[in-house]
């Protein structure tokens, strides 16, 4: 079984800042290596026990999809070897594992594309009949497919706080109009041809979010990770079912042990520090995301 990384320590390079999972090295001034660990995060809090594989797995998901994708949006990949940057007793650490990508200037926006309606989507549309400020039909139910995908943008949140969900003119004022509605296109763009590479795979894209960046030509580049797990909310077509929450090949199998979780006797507070995770849970968990994998890249 492969030891689980949770959290790199390369000396070789300066770190530059660790994120939920990614741990983010300089590499000169305009390349970074971005190593995925093996922690999981649910409710904006990162667990103390690691999935082992899930860092390896989302890296090379992220490179599936950075390679279907490339036509709509370029992208940060450098195409150089991780390996080559860090000294050779580190190789381990960013092996399978990790991209050495160019340094952007990232946009302060979390492009979110829904094709159906979950999640905080669901909860916005049953006080509003709206997302983000998209009007959407009347009648629609837990998991509903929308008429179209809609661009359902967040303001990204520092690391413990949770994202909030902004509406297209909020974006407009980040960053002006014109870059705005490059993102939106941009967006629904990916997730469409995203959506109908894993449809071919019985995998119904669900949503996800996209995170761009600015090259110093001032081009607009798709960055980070790009519709793995972490990202998206990925279901079986198989098994979905318009109403009710579809079993998903993500992290909602851990949210759901942790909505029932106690700490010290009470339920948990969905602030740090989390429970512990049982090694069921570890199993499953990383089951779900390698199911994931295996039915996509087949």
Not at 51 to 66: D, S, Y
Not at 137 to 152: Q, Y
Not at 243 to 251: E, F, H, L, Q, T
Not at 284 to 296: G, N, P
């Amino acid at each position: 079984m492969t030891l689980a990384l949770h959290t790199s320590a390369l000396t070789s390079l300066p770190l530059l800042a660790r994120g939920k999972v990614r741990d983010n090295y300089a590499v000169g001034e305009d390349r970074i290596l971005m190593v995925a660990s093996d922690r999981i995060s649910a409710f904006d809090v990162i667990m103390g026990e690691a999935i082992p594989g899930k860092g390896e797995l989302l890296t090379q998901m992220a490179l599936f999809w950075f390679g279907k994708l490339g036509h709509i949006c370029p992208n940060h990949l450098t195409g150089e070897a991780p390996e080559s940057v860090v000294s050779p007793d580190e190789v381990a650490q960013v092996q399978g594992r990790a991209m050495l990508v160019k340094r952007l200037k990232p946009i302060p926006v979390e492009a979110v594309v829904r094709g159906y309606l979950a999640g905080s989507g669901w909860q916005e549309y049953q006080q509003s009949q709206s997302v983000c400020g998209v009007p959407l039909p009347k009648g629609l139910k837990n998991a509903s497919k929308l008429p179209e995908p809609i661009f359902t943008p967040a303001a990204k949140a520092a690391v413990g706080d949770h994202d909030e969900n902004i509406t297209f003119d909020q974006v407009v004022e980040t960053v002006g109009r014109t870059l705005a509605e490059k993102i939106r296109t941009i967006s629904i763009a990916l997730y469409e041809t995203a959506r109908d590479v894993a449809a071919a795979k019985g995998i119904i894209i669900a949503d996800t979010k996209f995170e761009f960046g600015l090259d110093p030509n001032g081009n607009l580049v798709l960055m980070d990770e790009v519709l793995t797990p972490d990202s998206s909310r990925y279901w079986p077509a198989d098994s979905y079912q318009e109403g009710v929450n579809p079993p998903s090949y993500d992290k909602q199998f851990l949210r759901d042990w942790l909505e029932t979780a106690q700490v010290q006797g009470k339920p948990w507070s969905k602030s740090p520090p989390a429970p512990h995770l049982p090694q069921e849970v570890i199993a499953q968990t990383a089951a779900k995301y390698q199911e994931a994998w295996e039915r996509l890249k087949d």
